[in-house]
Every structure is written in C-alpha cells, then in structure tokens.
C-alpha cells in the first residue's frame, strides 16, 4: 500500500474511533463552579441542564417558589409547554413536595413548604411533552466550591 494511502486509512480510523466515543459529561463538582444564569444550582439531566433556583432566607417553613430553567448543555432554552414535573425537598428532618408546571419559556414552577437549610437536598424531576423523565438531585443552599 502506498504511504499516503496508509496515512489516510490511519487517520480515517482514528477519527471514527473518536467519534464513536460517548462525549464526556459534566460532573456535579464541574458544574458547582459554573454560575447559573439565574443565581442557581446546576445539574445534568440526561440531555438537558436543570437549573434549580430555591429561596435561600427561610429559616422556618414556610411556602416558597421552586424554579426549574431547563437548557440544553450548550445553554439554549428548551421550551417546557405541555411538561409536568415534581421537586421533593429534604431539609432537616421535613419533606415536602412541590408540583411543578410550565411557567413560560423554558421554566417549571410550583411552590412548597420548606426551611432553607444548609442540608438542604432537592430530587427534581421533569418529564418534557412526549420525552421520557429526566431526573436530578441538588444541595442548592451547600457552599460552592
């Protein structure tokens, strides 16, 4: 075989075996250094990015907002119509749950009674108009590193 034909065999199969390979995901560490575009928390979600914004000045329980901006990992909105979605909130020993719905754009919203805790631990999950579930978990109110 001729070397230029070797060389462009080589360098053929090392770009299928490149681009056969799965893309590499964003870890949560990652993306509690990454600044939400709406002051919250980041979380991959299969193919989407949740954004999770709590009220962070409760000390009590009482009814707040949760919000949920859903992205795809380069940044751009994904619309929610027609999606359904819940957040289950854990802070010390209380659980609540919040029902969240389409709030124009590309946000979920609902409301639940909750002290904002340093422990707090958020379960989201959003299932998007004829797309399977998708699920994360966040520690919003934990320092960032």
């Keep these: 075989m001729p070397p230029i034909k070797a060389l462009i065999l080589a360098a053929a199969s090392s770009a299928f075996i490149l681009a056969s390979q799965p893309l590499l995901a964003h870890s949560d560490a990652y993306l509690d250094t990454q600044k939400g575009a709406n002051g ?11 954004e999770l914004v709590v009220a ?10 949760v919000v949920v901006h859903v992205t795809d990992h380069a940044g751009a909105k994904i619309a929610t119509a027609g999606a359904t979605g ?14 969240l719905t389409a709030d124009g754009d590309n ?13 707090m631990k958020v379960v989201v999950s959003i299932t998007l108009a004829g797309k399977a579930a998708e699920q994360a978990r966040f520690t919003p109110l934990a320092a960032s590193k």
């Design 86 to 99: 819940t957040a289950t909130i854990f802070a010390g020993k209380n659980k609540a749950t919040a029902t």
């Design 40 to 50: 919250g928390q980041l979380r991959m979600a299969g193919p989407y990015h949740f």
């Design 107 to 119: 946000r979920m919203q609902g409301s639940a009674s909750y002290a904002s805790t340093p422990d």
């Design 56 to 65: 962070g000045d409760n000390k009590e329980a009482r009814d707040s907002a």
